[in-house]
């Protein structure tokens, strides 16, 4: 133990069970530390000051990346190396060259393929179970000793969870759950219409079930209708990231890599129709996207700003991908105080400005343009 | 964090499994190396796709070369020093890249601070970390580079020398220089 006694800053540093206990603050470390600190006064200096060093390294470099978002990338990858393990000749270049295409089009379709992942974050499975509704809430919850709340004004109505989750019921819809929430997970089964803010907690996923869908998230806001159960159940996302699955799929895979592959991931002011005859899901644009509320930036008045940064400026405020050519529309400048439209409006003003056209593809906006140099 | 150069038993018949061409032993040891690749790669391109990209042309590189790749213990910094010539290269081809094609090593978290600072004890005042902070945003990108790859990869001086091709000592020179240097702030 006395092979620290003789130890400067600069070795302290250096160590790596010193440098462990800064960063990961593992039990057995800290009271080993704790106890050499309190033997070894004189070191008390030396000591904090190392530390507070690391730590302001460990600080500066943090990276996020999350659980999912590696997943996906591991699950991509094994999809590469599976077909080249098939069809050893031909796959083998066409998918390494897939992942390095310069193309802007494949490079967002990885980043929507990312970022349906990262879902799994604010995972909100809706699954339609059936074709009566009620049965399904009704089989969900029958025998269970959970809390029921149902609206039978005419108003919304506001329940808060006790994690600190809030569900605003609409009218006629009912949802229930236990009084108190497992270590683990957080489960509600919806009945109607509700919108949701659930606070994080990234530890315990919150799972709604609605009709013949799960809804699977960590924390954000968005809306299930699961009234019309016969014909189809809608997810909004306000804010955040939500992955929807089939509760079938839910249900059977248990295997969070493959389950992953099969759910649908919505990010704020996306919108998932699930329609319970053909059994699709399908992403779309919200119907009056709202600028994210987090993003500070709202004017958008622009003089002679070039397109390509007007176009960046709604991605960013909406939290919706626009697919552009990034070089073309730099050379169309466009004049014009966007501030009180809809974002489909401002799309509509941009598009007439520069002559080009949008269109809306699996929730994204596509803008076709001849660029403006004459 | 796993740590791969304490080859084990596991480990080394996850090697053995993926150098016969199972894929399922490799994404086990692509999980492994995952985190410590992106995190070094984003400190080259903010863009988090294009990292992305890289590291999976890069495991592709790997599993292409399965059957001739030699101790699990140089692992690391081979993957490691390959993502930064990999991204250097790259994003040297990529034109949309025009905001940052430096080349610099440098924290994403440059003016943020709305990071969960869960690490963060109270004991230390958040004005000495910022300002310490500020104070390593100013070493050079070298600087920074090797207290990266020592602190946060945890790699010997050998192995930085090797990552980013100069020399063991200037890595030691440097390495001591730049302690000093912030140590000189607390």
Same mark, same amino acid.
């Given at each position: 133990?006395?092979?620290?006694?003789?130890?400067?800053?600069?070795?302290?540093?250096?160590?790596?069970?010193?440098?462990?206990?800064?960063?990961?603050?593992?039990?057995?470390?800290?009271?080993?530390?704790?106890?050499?600190?309190?033997?070894?006064?004189?070191?008390?200096?030396?000591?904090?000051?190392?530390?507070?060093?690391?730590?302001?390294?460990?600080?500066?470099?943090?990276?996020?990346?999350?659980?999912?978002?590696?997943?996906?990338?591991?699950?991509? #990858?094994?999809? !590469? *190396?599976?077909? +080249?393990?098939?069809? %050893?000749?031909? /796959?083998?270049?066409?998918?390494?060259?897939?992942?390095?295409?310069?193309?802007?089009?494949?490079?967002?379709?990885?980043?929507?393929?990312?970022?349906?992942?990262?879902?799994?974050?604010?995972?909100?499975?809706?699954?339609?179970?059936?074709?009566?509704?009620?049965?399904?809430?009704?089989?969900?919850?029958?025998?269970?000793?959970?809390?029921?709340?149902?609206?039978?004004?005419?108003?919304?109505?506001?329940?808060?969870?006790?994690?600190?989750?809030?569900?605003?019921?609409?009218?006629?819809?009912?949802?229930?759950?236990?009084?108190?929430?497992?270590?683990?997970?957080?489960?509600?089964?919806?009945?109607?219409?509700?919108?949701?803010?659930?606070?994080?907690?990234?530890?315990?996923?919150?799972?709604?079930?609605?009709?013949? #869908?799960?809804? !699977? *998230?960590?924390? +954000?806001?968005?809306? %299930?209708?699961? /009234?019309?159960?016969?014909?189809?159940?809608?997810?909004?996302?306000?804010?955040?990231?939500?992955?929807?699955?089939?509760?079938?799929?839910?249900?059977?895979?248990?295997?969070?890599?493959?389950?992953?592959?099969?759910?649908?991931?919505?990010?704020?002011?996306?919108?998932?129709?699930?329609?319970?005859?053909?059994?699709?899901?399908?992403?779309?644009?919200?119907?009056?996207?709202?600028?994210?509320?987090?993003?500070?930036?709202?004017?958008?008045?622009?003089?002679?700003?070039?397109?390509?940064?007007?176009?960046?400026?709604?991605?960013?405020?909406?939290?919706?991908?626009?697919?552009?050519?990034?070089?073309?529309?730099?050379?169309?400048?466009?004049?014009?105080?966007?501030?009180?439209?809809?974002?489909?409006?401002?799309?509509?003003?941009?598009?007439? *400005?520069?002559?080009?056209?949008?269109?809306?593809?699996?929730?994204?906006?596509?803008?076709?343009?001849?660029?403006?140099?004459? | 964090?796993?740590?791969?150069?304490?080859?084990?038993?596991?480990?080394?018949?996850?090697?053995?499994?993926?150098?016969?061409?199972?894929?399922?032993?490799?994404?086990?040891?692509?999980?492994?190396?995952?985190?410590?690749?992106?995190?070094?790669?984003?400190?080259?391109?903010?863009?988090?796709?294009?990292?992305?990209?890289?590291?999976?042309?890069?495991?592709?590189?790997?599993?292409?070369?399965?059957?001739?790749?030699?101790?699990?213990?140089?692992?690391?910094?081979?993957?490691?020093?390959?993502?930064?010539?990999?991204?250097?290269?790259?994003?040297?081809?990529?034109?949309?890249?025009?905001?940052?094609?430096?080349?610099?090593?440098?924290?994403?978290?440059?003016?943020?601070?709305?990071?969960?600072?869960?690490?963060?004890?109270?004991?230390?005042?958040?004005?000495?970390?910022?300002?310490?902070?500020?104070?390593?945003?100013?070493?050079?990108?070298?600087?920074?580079?090797?207290?990266?790859?020592?602190?946060?990869?945890?790699?010997?001086?050998?192995?930085?020398?090797?990552?980013?091709?100069?020399?063991?000592?200037?890595?030691?020179?440097?390495?001591?220089?730049?302690?000093?240097?912030?140590?000189?702030?607390?």
């Amino acid at each position: 133990m006395n092979q620290y006694q003789e130890y400067s800053l600069e070795d302290f540093v250096l160590d790596a069970r010193f440098q462990e206990w800064v960063r990961y603050r593992r039990d057995d470390d800290v009271t080993f530390w704790e106890k050499y600190l309190l033997e070894n006064p004189v070191q008390a200096d030396e000591i904090k000051r190392a530390q507070t060093l690391l730590r302001s390294v460990y600080k500066n470099y943090e990276t996020h990346i999350d659980e999912n978002e590696i997943d996906f990338e591991i699950q991509q #990858l094994l999809n !590469k *190396v599976r077909a +080249t393990k098939i069809n %050893i000749r031909d /796959e083998q270049t066409e998918n390494i060259s897939f992942t390095r295409s310069a193309n802007i089009f494949s490079r967002n379709s990885i980043l929507w393929a990312a970022a349906t992942i990262v879902l799994m974050l604010g995972l909100g499975w809706l699954y339609k179970q059936n074709q009566v509704p009620e049965t399904n809430y009704s089989s969900l919850t029958i025998g269970k000793s959970f809390r029921e709340e149902k609206n039978e004004t005419k108003a919304p109505k506001v329940i808060l969870l006790s994690d600190g989750s809030e569900i605003t019921l609409m009218p006629n819809a009912k949802i229930s759950f236990p009084a108190n929430f497992p270590v683990e997970k957080r489960e509600v089964y919806l009945s109607g219409k509700a919108f949701f803010q659930v606070s994080k907690d990234p530890k315990r996923p919150f799972l709604v079930y609605a009709n013949e #869908l799960v809804t !699977k *998230v960590l924390g +954000t806001s968005f809306t %299930i209708n699961a /009234e019309n159960l016969a014909l189809k159940t809608t997810v909004e996302v306000q804010e955040g990231k939500v992955s929807v699955f089939r509760q079938a799929d839910f249900r059977d895979v248990k295997d969070q890599k493959t389950l992953q592959s099969k759910g649908m991931v919505l990010t704020a002011n996306q919108k998932m129709i699930f329609e319970s005859a053909t059994t699709n899901m399908v992403k779309t644009i919200i119907d009056e996207p709202e600028v994210v509320a987090t993003v500070t930036a709202r004017t958008f008045d622009f003089v002679n700003t070039p397109a390509s940064e007007v176009l960046t400026k709604l991605e960013d405020a909406y939290q919706v991908d626009i697919i552009f050519d990034k070089e073309l529309l730099q050379s169309c400048p466009v004049t014009a105080s966007l501030s009180k439209q809809s974002l489909l409006e401002k799309l509509d003003i941009i598009c007439e *400005v520069i002559e080009a056209r949008y269109e809306m593809l699996d929730g994204k906006i596509v803008i076709y343009s001849k660029g403006c140099k004459n | 964090m796993p740590n791969p150069t304490n080859s084990n038993q596991d480990d080394s018949d996850l090697w053995n499994a993926f150098r016969a061409g199972d894929d399922v032993a490799f994404g086990e040891i692509a999980r492994q190396y995952y985190r410590s690749l992106f995190s070094y790669g984003i400190k080259f391109s903010k863009d988090r796709e294009f990292v992305k990209d890289c590291i999976q042309d890069l495991f592709m590189e790997l599993w292409a070369k399965r059957e001739t790749i030699g101790d699990t213990g140089f692992v690391k910094f081979y993957l490691l020093k390959s993502l930064r010539r990999k991204i250097h290269r790259e994003s040297q081809k990529q034109p949309w890249l025009t905001e940052d094609d430096d080349f610099d090593f440098e924290s994403e978290n440059l003016g943020e601070n709305s990071i969960e600072q869960q690490i963060i004890d109270i004991e230390t005042s958040e004005a000495m970390l910022k300002m310490l902070n500020q104070q390593i945003n100013l070493l050079t990108k070298r600087q920074q580079e090797i207290i990266y790859l020592r602190f946060f990869e945890n790699l010997d001086n050998e192995s930085i020398a090797q990552v980013m091709s100069i020399s063991k000592q200037a890595v030691a020179n440097l390495l001591y220089r730049t302690i000093q240097e912030l140590k000189d702030r607390l």
